[in-house]
């Protein structure tokens, strides 16, 4: 059982009768709730469940089985789940806690602003930085087209992309304001914002040397950057120019957290139409709670505003419904594999199974109106945290669609990020993917292919993300414009290579 400390401030999770604080009873109790008013079996199954940190996976899936079963259903899963960790989630400031509720409607400090000027000029343009080159224009469609036909990417991301490409004026972003939660994240479009020339409200935390690297980027670019400053600076509301940026980063952020009623006040003095985009990613149960902080800030803004857009990037590495013409192209790769795939097919008998299985075997209805399969790309390892935290994006976005607001989530690829690498087993598993037909991308990669992904969502009122645009189920919302990295169209299941991957990874190293 999971505990952390219950003076734990802003965002928080709630203490019991003795003031322990369990992340993973209340992880259990919200997917249970999501769960409950469309199928109480599957309900009552989580809530009984004795080692949820162990055995989560099955029922995350479970659970996406049943919103796909109808539009309904997963309208309704994603309302409740996000009700249950609204409600079950308090606030806390010194001894007091209050619901997250009343907390964001009693702010009790005032945030300053310092706005920075990027100084490049020229004219906007979409360079992805790959394999050593700059790809832009033809370069980039013979490359996207090259991933869609390996089946890296969906075909609905390239044609997307190519859109952006084709249409370089919507890469002048003077007329958008976007709020970057997570400014220093190494997945985000932080930079390709600043480029683009968008206004763009930084948020992170005040850590200096964070700062000192979002500043440069911001001088570099040819947006507007405003930061967050705590009211008692008097770098407030200043205009400041290169000399001051050191003392700046100095007192520069803001707790998410902590702040997150002080942020809403904050962002509503965004001109012109606001994007909030969540980039921000901790470890375990605090990335549950600095999700739910920007899911507050984000609703928060909805009530205020009617030229609100919310922005995600969705991890590859979840549970997702995919069309069926997906399901028969992971077949035809498997019955195509090479020879030498093949013969090592024996491991897969010698490791009971679970090494290099045929993907979509067990989890794909044929017999579904429409037909569909299961990507399962859970990775246990991860932990329930990090699936709640990913989920109630998916959550938000499903919901705030359905209300006319537009929402942004697009299926960004396995990517090379500190994060992942820390941890040996993904870091070697990320080294021999490449061998089993998925690719893992660099940062700088995915950040501007996703860049573009969130300009395409902006931009053309036909974008899924869009409420207006028809789909038969809500959850198409997340299949297209989709690059899971060969995730889905893959011969085996993903989580059956990880260990064939890892090995390989360690001759590659060694290489």
């Known amino acids: 059982m999971a505990a952390s400390d219950s003076r734990e401030q802003g965002v928080a999770f709630p203490a019991d009768e003795d003031g322990r604080i369990s992340t993973m009873a209340l992880n259990q109790n919200v997917f249970a709730d999501a769960a409950r008013p469309t199928s109480a079996d599957l309900a009552r199954d989580i809530t009984r469940e004795r080692d949820w940190r162990a055995s989560y996976v099955p029922y995350v899936r479970r659970l996406l089985e049943l919103g796909m079963a109808s539009p309904e259903n997963a309208v309704a899963i994603s309302a409740d789940g996000l009700a249950s960790l609204r409600s079950r989630m308090v606030f806390r400031r010194g001894d007091a806690a209050t619901s997250i509720d009343e907390a964001m409607q009693a702010p009790v400090d005032v945030l300053g602003t310092a706005t920075v000027y990027g100084r490049a000029r020229g004219t906007p343009r979409l360079a992805v930085p790959y394999r050593g080159r700059e790809l832009t224009g033809d370069s980039l469609r013979r490359q996207l087209d090259d991933g869609v036909e390996r089946g890296i990417a969906e075909p609905s991301f390239a ?67 405003r930061v967050p400053l705590a009211a008692s600076e008097r770098l407030s509301g200043e205009n400041v120019g290169p000399t001051g940026l050191d003392d700046l980063a100095a007192v520069a952020g803001a707790n998410l957290i902590e702040s997150a009623p002080e942020l809403r006040v904050w962002l509503a003095q965004a001109e012109g139409p606001l994007t909030v985009g969540n980039y921000v990613y901790a470890d375990s149960g605090l990335h549950v709670r600095a999700s739910v902080a920007a899911d507050a800030v984000m609703t928060g803004l909805q009530a205020e505003r009617d030229d609100l857009t919310l922005a995600f990037l969705a991890t590859p590495t979840d549970v997702f419904s995919v069309p069926w013409d997906v399901v028969e192209d992971a077949r035809r790769r498997y019955r195509a594999r090479s020879i030498a795939a ?28 429409p037909p569909y399969g299961v990507a399962d790309n859970l990775v246990p390892q991860q932990g329930p945290n990090y699936a709640l935290a990913k989920r109630m994006q998916r959550w938000r976005a499903t919901v705030a669609r359905e209300q006319g607001v537009t929402a942004s989530l697009n299926i960004a690829p396995p990517t090379r990020t500190a994060s ?90 060694r290489a």
């Open 342 to 369: 093949k013969v090592a097919s024996p491991v897969g008998l010698v490791s009971a199974g679970r090494v290099l299985q045929e993907h979509y075997a067990r989890r794909a209805a044929a017999d579904a109106d």
């Open 159 to 225: 044609d997307a992309v190519a859109i952006v490409v084709d249409t370089p004026d919507w890469l002048d972003l003077s007329d958008q304001a976007v709020a970057v939660l997570g400014a220093g994240s190494e997945m985000g479009p932080f930079e390709q914002l600043c480029q683009w020339g968008a206004d763009v409200w930084a948020l992170d935390l005040p850590r200096p040397q964070v700062w000192r690297r979002v500043l440069s980027t911001a001088v570099g670019g040819r947006g507007i950057l």
């Open 420 to 509: 992942v690498l820390k941890n040996r087993a993904f870091s070697l598993a990320y080294a021999g993917m490449g061998r089993f037909g998925l690719e893992v991308f660099d940062p700088p990669a995915s950040n501007a292919l996703m860049a573009a992904m969130l300009v395409h969502d902006l931009r053309n009122p036909s974008s899924s993300a869009h409420p207006g645009t028809r789909l038969e189920h809500p959850l198409d919302h997340f299949v297209d414009g989709a690059n899971p990295g060969g995730m889905w169209r893959s011969p085996y299941e993903p989580n059956s290579v990880m260990t064939a991957a890892a090995v390989a990874g360690l001759f590659e190293r």
